[in-house]
């Protein structure tokens, strides 16, 4: 290291920025103390090399400048591995026996440059919040005049000039009542702020608009009142859905005096308090006969009366203060019989007491007297083998014509976004049309039912099948959290079939295996080929097969899912008549809790 004055040195050691010296060969000759704290020991290093561990010059390095032209340099750099900001300074330094070496002093900066950024971004935030927020904004002076307001004010008002607007004088062009700008200057003058001051402004074209005022007074540094800013929300809307709720109130009024049922409302004494025209109709007696003036302990019994109010107390007919079905039947004073079912609640008050009860009567003297007629004509039917037949091919068309629908709107749901006849996608409109000619053909097969199934046959590869159904069934795989595991054997060979009923197979247990995994799960689905005939197994980790059933799932008319549309019971015995017809055949294993398998044999082609 050149000769340095010491007592130049231990005053470069004192300073808090961070200096070095180095020679014309970027040596370290000298590093102050602030300097080692932040990059360590470098003397006799390379300088690059300590401040950036690298084997090149820095960037910023301004060598040939100094080194050769004697120049001076400033710059601002930041250095990685110390996470700083610098505000860089590069002189040349003669030393004492003509040689030249590299002053270069270091200043933190971080905090400033950071601070400046933050200000600068929250200068930036408040310059979009005024801008974007969805309420207006405005700055207005003491004498009545806008200084300033956002875009949003401005579209409310419908202004499209900004300084037309900042024209305007508050009390005579904008608020409806000129006295409400004076009334509101008093209260925010005397309070320093306003909140939800409702008032009533005027739009450029004459339109009345419902406001509320946000503001608060602004000071200038005495303490003398500048003017006043704030936020303005439209409440037009608001009034508006205040009339319309009134016109539903009034509607829901109608409704239940045109009502066909009988509705009733009693007090706690058991005064009836409304009596609806239905309830005229079905009991006989006129509301002006028992609003306020009969007991509904008239109308029916005393005993009805206390028992159904037991049961209301009671959850297990509805929950607490309900009752959901309560069959009653009474006789009029004119002897006529009245069959019907009856549904009461009580009502609370805020803190819970029961305050009155309302009661529905609905008349069921013709349904069930259609029940019971229809119940005669069921047995009949039933002796009718003919009629039994086209009942279970009628019930079979509704199950097939259920997954067809499914695939199209599905299909359809997909192709909300334009499709390029390059995208593999295409595939799905393709296979939309082709469950549209299924639907068809299906109805043409229910108008000559009487003849056999002339569904044509080709040779199929059961690959392709599945692929296609599950390219269709993709989304609602996703969406049900039902992973898909899939290990088809390759070059399985083909099978002489209807591809339209071996879809309607796959249909089914595809649907079956995701109602048994309502809370998602894995469908594997696998293909092999053995002796001359191709396996394909379908296993789901869903809800299982209970012991007593699994016999019993291939029989017409057996089903255990409760929804009146999956429940017909046809599916799986559609799919076993179906692939027995092909000379194949289905067998299952399940686990009552764990996973149900459905294993179907098909002969190969040719073999």
Known sequence: ?????????????????????????????????????????????????????SEKPCDWCNYKEIFNKNETHHSQVYIESVDKIFSLSELPVTNQD??????????????????????KSSKASYQRLFTHVGCGVFISSKEGRFLDVNPTLLKMLGYKNKEEFLSLDLARDVYLNPLDRRKYTQIIEKKGQVVDYEVKWRQRDGHILHLLLTSNVRYDTKGDILGYEGIVVDQTRRKKHEIEIKEAHDFLDKIISCSPNAIMAMDMNGVIRLWNQGAENIFGVKSAEVVGKMTIQQIFSNKVAKKVMEMMRDEKFGGKGKLNSYPLNFKKDNGELVEGNLSTSLIYDDKGKEVASVGLFVDLKERLQTERELGAARQHLLQSEKLAAMGRLTSQIAHELNNPLFGIMNTLELMKTEISPENKRRRLLDMSLSEIERLADMLKKMLSFSRPDQDKRVEIDINVVIDELLLLYEKRLRENSIKVILDLAENPGTVFASKDQLRQVFINMFSNAMYAMPDGGELQISTKVSSEKLYIIIKDTGTG??????????????????????????????????????????????????????????PIAGK
């Open 98 to 119: 003509g040689t030249k070496s590299k002053l270069s002093i270091y200043r933190d900066i971080t905090h400033n440059v950071r601070q400046e950024e933050r200000l």
């Open 545 to 602: 097969i209970k012991p007593v059933h699994i016999k019993k799932i291939f029989d017409s008319f057996f089903t255990t899912k409760t929804e009146s549309v999956q429940g017909v019971g046809l599916g799986l015995s559609v799919c076993y008549g179906f692939i027995k017809d092909h000379d194949g055949d289905i067998t299952v294993e399940s686990e009552e809790g764990q996973w149900t398998k459905f294993t179907i044999t098909l």
């Open 1 to 53: 290291m050149t000769d340095h004055t010491p007592k130049l040195l231990d005053a470069l050691d004192a300073f808090e920025d961070g200096i070095y010296i180095v020679n014309d060969n970027y040596t370290v000759e000298y590093m102050n103390k602030f300097m080692k704290v932040l990059f360590g020991e470098g003397v006799g290093k390379k300088c690059h090399s300590v401040l950036i561990g």
